[in-house]
């Protein structure tokens, strides 16, 4: 079987700001419409999809992310015993209530905090970052430095940025440079 490796990243730290790996992460594709696969995703998961655009909801273990009305990524630190992937398989794939996708192996999690986080952003992004720091949970496509990220606020200065893995040393690079200029 293929061993897939993260990419060897340094964590970096600049004046007002830390750039991070946050890996291993679990991270499951979600789609779906019906009443039926509303009901089973939060029972196993015990938390309620967003439903509002560009939104997240987190408890103590689950983070999701609304990508579009029928889509969402739900990522997490798994425990060897937990098989949360099997069981959202199990009783949602396997039922036709909608696609459960393992997308661990596709996305890197870089962790961003700090107060010159959202300077730094706009420096490679055509997004508007005015709205998005003040709303704590808010979710974003957009890009970065000509690639495809989802932003994920955490908290107050503090973002997960998820980025493909094909474009995660790049982007990586990018922000460790452009830093040094913030």
């Not at 696969?37 to 439903?51: G, H, Q, W």
């Not at 661990?104 to 952003?121: A, E, P, R």
């Not at 970065?144 to 995660?168: A, C, M, W, Y």
Request: charged share 25%; net charge negative.
């Amino acid at each position: 079987m293929l061993k897939a490796e993260y990419p060897e990243i340094k964590s970096n730290s600049f004046k007002n700001l830390e750039i991070k790996t946050s890996e291993p992460k679990t991270k499951i594709n979600v789609r779906g419409k019906s009443k039926d696969f509303f009901t089973k995703v939060e029972k196993i998961l015990s938390i309620i999809l967003p439903t509002e655009a560009n939104t997240s909801s987190s408890n103590e273990k689950f983070n999701v992310l609304w990508l579009s009305p029928d889509e969402w990524m739900i990522y997490f630190v798994e425990n060897n015993n937990e098989n949360i992937f099997e069981n959202l398989f199990e009783e949602i794939s396997k039922l036709n209530l909608g696609a459960i996708i393992d997308v661990s192996n596709q996305w890197i999690c870089i962790n961003l905090k700090g107060k010159k986080l959202f300077d730094l952003l706009s420096a490679g992004s055509p997004f508007n970052f005015n709205d998005f720091k003040n709303d704590k949970n808010a979710v974003t496509q957009t890009l970065l430095n000509h690639i495809d990220v989802i932003l994920h606020h955490k908290d107050v200065n503090e973002i997960n940025l998820f980025v493909r893995r094909s474009f995660s040393e790049h982007l990586i690079s990018w922000l460790n440079d452009s830093a040094k200029f913030i």
